[in-house]
């Protein structure tokens, strides 16, 4: 038998050595656990900084500076956003998913080793694909290499959170947040299909290694509207009504919103653009009212350890997505309108996608990294509010400038630029420094629950 082993507010506890051996392992496990989902999440800020923002800067200044659209190279554009949508945003995902979705659903643990696989296959198939088409060395290998290494990457992580079977007998029903989740992941599964069937056509056929804008207006629908958005609402109604004090959602309502968003997926990839525009509006529109965002909250919010300004910038965030939607609707409806498309793709991307894991991801990722403490949760605050100015400013100033509107609009678009990449990198420095501070001690695994708090002597941490 072990020594005894006191337990605060009840009566001494005998644990014999095998009990002990088991909590020992789950621990370790946890910490395992939180430090491969940290490396996810450092990688992800890296991919943001420097293949994603930074370049996006560079493509903004030069456009600004010639008054011209087509004055970048679209092979550099399209390195500048499959860097952030995958690289960092498809980072984080993967990440978080390797990290909470076993434990949400109770499933057996998985093998750490294919996480690790999965996140060094991704990364050098994400940082293949950015320098065939950056620097065009021997690109006809390195995309469809690329584009190839990313689905294996994506297949691993399917199968290390999908196929294990829930522990301690019969599966537990599927809650709508799922259904959810599991379109998302059907979304990027298509979107990297489609990523390694085009490039393998590029190798064959092109003479860039950029898509085609016909194909990449689709291919854009799908990554985004169909693989972020549906992934941000899945996590958002697990979470955030938790967060935000909001009342139970709507399920039936999540799910037609599903349901519109799919569909209008599906017409714009066959070049529906109109019946996409009002299907995306009309699922967005559904969402929101499902998880009851702009209603008045029942109990407080749960902000502590970050700022307490979190919900209305989450509330900011999903009012983004419905102008994402009605930009598009008048895009197509508008023709060749290059300014309005792009800043309905700049309001999805950054002002809904951006913003909402600046918010959740400051909120969750402390806790899930080892039981940490958010550094500065001022700086958070400082952080959303340029990030939300500068996405005003750059959606404005597309609109004016590449339609023609207004020639003085030319000069916001820089602007805007540098102030999201301050944005971000004041992201980044808050999230590095949080992970380089002392973690609580964890005594016991985490589990996952959003209804109990875990404490200790002097912070609550809410996962």
């Known amino acids: 038998m072990s020594d005894l082993a006191p337990v605060p507010g009840l009566r001494p506890v005998w644990l014999d050595d095998k009990t002990k051996s088991i909590m020992d392992r789950a621990i370790a496990r946890e910490q ?25 800067v560079w ?57 690790w696989l999965c996140l060094g296959l991704w990364v050098v198939g994400v940082t293949s694909r950015w320098f065939a088409n950056i620097y065009p060395w021997h690109w006809r290998v390195l995309l469809p290499l690329s584009a190839a290494l990313e689905l294996l990457a994506f297949l691993i992580f399917f199968r290390a959170v999908a196929s294990h079977r829930p522990a ?12 959810v989740v599991i379109a998302a992941t059907m979304g990027l599964l298509t979107s990297l299909m489609l990523n390694l069937g085009a490039s393998i056509q ?39 009504p938790v967060f935000m004090g909001l009342r139970p959602l709507r399920n039936h309502l999540l799910l037609a919103g599903l349901g519109s968003n799919t569909l209008g997926v599906v017409a714009g990839f066959f070049e529906r653009f109109t019946a996409a525009g009002i299907l995306l509006l009309g699922g967005a529109a559904t969402a929101i009212a499902a998880i009851r965002f702009f209603e008045p909250a029942t109990k407080p919010a749960k902000t502590i350890n970050v700022h307490a300004s979190l919900p209305i910038f989450v509330r900011i965030a999903y009012g983004w997505l419905l102008i994402a939607a009605v930009l ?19 309001a999805l991307t950054v002002g809904f996608i951006a913003a909402m894991v600046f918010c959740v991801g400051q909120r969750i990722l402390p806790s899930f990294c080892g039981m940490r403490v958010l550094w500065s949760p001022r700086l958070m605050l400082w952080m959303l509010i340029l990030l939300m100015t500068a996405c005003a400013l750059r959606v404005t100033s597309e609109i004016l400038a590449y339609q023609g509107y207004a020639v003085w609009a030319w000069s916001g678009l820089p602007v805007s630029a540098l102030m999201e990449l301050t944005a971000v990198f004041l992201f980044a420095v808050n999230l590095t420094v949080t992970f380089l501070l002392p973690p609580i001690v964890v005594t016991t695994p985490l589990n996952m629950t959003t209804e109990t708090d875990s404490k200790s002597p002097n912070q609550r941490s809410e996962p």
């Open 32 to 56: 395992s656990l939180s430090r491969l989902l940290m490396t996810y999440i450092v990688t992800g800020l890296i991919f943001m900084l420097l293949p994603g923002t930074f370049l996006g």
């Open 59 to 115: 493509n903004l200044i030069k456009i600004s500076s010639r008054e011209a659209v087509n004055s970048v190279s679209p092979a550099w554009i399209q390195a500048h956003g499959h860097a952030q949508l995958f690289g960092w945003v498809g980072t984080f995902i993967l990440g978080i998913g390797f990290y909470s979705i076993p434990k949400l659903r109770k499933m057996k643990p998985f093998a750490l080793g294919e996480g």
């Open 168 to 179: 301690g007998g019969a599966p537990k029903p599927w809650e709508p947040w799922i259904f």
């Open 202 to 240: 590029l190798a064959r056929h092109a003479a860039s290694p950029a898509f085609s804008h016909e194909f990449d207006q689709r291919y854009l629908i799908v990554s985004t509207w169909g693989f972020l958005v549906p992934m941000v609402w899945g996590f958002s109604s697990r979470w955030i």
């Open 328 to 346: 598009s609707v008048w895009a197509s409806l508008a023709g060749e309108a290059a300014g309005i498309s792009g800043a309905s793709r700049h």
